[in-house]
């Protein structure tokens, strides 16, 4: 596919909700909807975002979120994103965060917050690198148990993401007083979850532990390493 075939537009109809149902259980391997058409309905009617990414025509990712609020500001809290595998990797993903900033800039929204786990590279990578964002928070379970093909036979530790919709406003530089720290992941945390359940859970223990004590500690995470490890400065 190529980004002149690509339309990224907000959706309204209860058809296109339909659409973007389908879309998210390909996507999570999913029997059960992963959100219904009355709540995307909901959710656009009353102000809030939901839109698809479109190849020639044909849906290739979805994405919906709601109002919320960060720090006391206004923020648009974008909760479910997800692109088909077959396109995954081919820039939709970043075009789609684009279109929400674009979206929440328009409307004096300062703030896009998502959350993530913290044990996917590529999203970890994505979120801190290539989007600059920050992270903003660590949440043990937060969901409770997840039963898709994705995130069954684990616990849904999150990392809460920041990310401002001003594009001037650039990520605060690392202190240069302040001690390094390295969290390393593993290599596919999804992969792992199917072959060894039990070095998953292990690798979620180790990695909620040292997050929990280094922002415990007033740590700020200030990168993403290509070898797959956050770099998080307390201070000295």
């Given at each position: 596919?190529?980004e002149?075939?690509?339309e990224?537009?907000?959706?309204?109809?209860?058809g296109?909700m339909a659409?973007?149902?389908?879309?998210?259980?390909?996507v999570w391997g999913s029997v059960?909807?992963?959100?219904?058409v009355?709540l995307?309905?909901a959710?656009s009617?009353?102000?809030?975002y939901?839109a698809g990414a479109?190849?020639?025509?044909?849906?290739v990712?979805?994405s919906f979120?709601?109002?919320?609020?960060?720090?006391?500001?206004?923020?648009?809290h974008?909760h479910?994103?997800g692109?088909?595998?077959?396109v995954?990797?081919?820039g939709?993903?970043?075009s789609?965060?684009?279109?929400?900033r674009?979206?929440?800039?328009e409307r004096?929204?300062?703030?896009i917050t998502?959350t993530?786990?913290?044990?996917?590279?590529?999203?970890?990578?994505?979120?801190i690198?290539?989007?600059?964002?920050?992270?903003?928070?660590?949440?043990?379970?937060?969901y409770?148990?997840?039963t898709?093909?994705?995130n069954?036979?684990d616990?849904?530790?999150r990392?809460?993401?920041?990310?401002s919709?001003?594009e001037s406003?650039?990520?605060?530089?690392p202190l240069?007083s302040a001690?390094?720290?390295?969290i390393?992941?593993?290599?596919d945390?999804v992969?792992?979850?199917?072959?060894?359940?039990?070095?998953?859970i292990?690798?979620?223990?180790?990695?909620r532990?040292?997050?929990?004590?280094?922002?415990?500690a007033?740590?700020?995470v200030t990168a993403?390493t290509?070898?797959g490890a956050?770099?998080?400065d307390?201070?000295?």
């Amino acid at each position: 596919m190529g980004e002149a075939n690509l339309e990224i537009r907000t959706l309204n109809t209860a058809g296109e909700m339909a659409t973007i149902v389908n879309v998210f259980q390909q996507v999570w391997g999913s029997v059960t909807p992963i959100v219904g058409v009355e709540l995307l309905r909901a959710i656009s009617h009353s102000g809030g975002y939901v839109a698809g990414a479109f190849d020639s025509g044909n849906i290739v990712g979805a994405s919906f979120g709601f109002l919320a609020r960060h720090h006391g500001d206004e923020a648009l809290h974008s909760h479910v994103t997800g692109i088909l595998p077959g396109v995954q990797h081919s820039g939709v993903g970043r075009s789609m965060k684009n279109h929400q900033r674009e979206w929440a800039a328009e409307r004096g929204i300062p703030w896009i917050t998502w959350t993530f786990d913290p044990l996917v590279r590529r999203n970890a990578w994505f979120n801190i690198e290539v989007l600059k964002a920050d992270i903003a928070d660590y949440l043990v379970d937060f969901y409770g148990e997840m039963t898709d093909s994705i995130n069954a036979q684990d616990e849904s530790d999150r990392l809460v993401v920041a990310w401002s919709t001003d594009e001037s406003e650039p990520r605060p530089a690392p202190l240069a007083s302040a001690t390094r720290h390295l969290i390393e992941t593993p290599d596919d945390i999804v992969v792992l979850r199917r072959t060894d359940s039990n070095s998953a859970i292990a690798w979620r223990h180790d990695v909620r532990r040292q997050f929990t004590e280094l922002f415990d500690a007033g740590g700020t995470v200030t990168a993403f390493t290509r070898e797959g490890a956050y770099i998080i400065d307390t201070p000295a």
